[in-house]
């Protein structure tokens, strides 16, 4: 089998003990994935880029996902993009004009990614498919770690997947929420490269465990 990304989330792990979470992780972790909450576009307040850079200067070697949950996604650009994000990644639903924001982000040398909640369809996305690094699909509704899956959302990344090799598009596609060594298998066999996992991971023992175990089942 191929590999898989896997990004667990930080907004599963005891805010006060952040970098002890992350050394459990014990390099086993591809990225680490950051929520930025606005309390507005989505219902909670979680972190702002003063985390990002502080994860950046402690780290500087690690691929930083972040995920920002904020409208207008226009106004807090800057703040991540100087902050050292390696992959940026705005709502479709956030943004005014989401070209410009990917081209934003693209100019400046960051990944560019865009994501579409359950309840948006894929196909709106196809105008700026070309440009994006990365098409984050939602498989819960934004705002808390810990929920269910939405298995619907998987018709998503198939679509996804068979549009980009229709095309010869090269982003990668990524799942958040409700993901762990359970359904990890089948998110990656419909196409999937890139998964996030927030309590699957930091709300085990051993989260390095889980990863390896979450590793093993896309393999098999
Ligand atoms: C949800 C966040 C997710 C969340 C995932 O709004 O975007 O990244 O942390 O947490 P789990 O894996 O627990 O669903
Ligand atoms: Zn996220």
Known sequence: GR???????????????????????????????????????????????ALVSALRKRYPQVFLDVHIMVEPAEDFLDMFLSAGATLLTVHLEAAKHIHRVLQKIKDSGVMAGVSINPGTAAEPLLPVLHMADLVLVMSVNPGYGGQSFI???IDKVRWLSK???????????????????????????????AVVAGSAVFGQPEPSEVIKEMRRSVQR
């Open 163 to 193: 549009v980009r090799s229709e095309r010869g598009w090269g982003y990668l596609i990524e799942m958040d929420g409700g993901v762990g060594p359970k359904n990890v298998a089948e998110i990656a066999a419909a196409g999937c490269d």
């Open 3 to 49: 590999e898989i990304i896997i990004a667990p989330s930080l907004l599963s792990a005891d805010i006060l003990n952040m970098e002890r979470h992350i050394g459990e992780l014990k390099g086993e972790a591809d990225w680490l994935h950051v929520d930025i909450m606005d309390g507005h576009f989505v219902p909670n307040l979680s972190y702002g880029p």
């Open 151 to 153: 298995a619907e959302t």
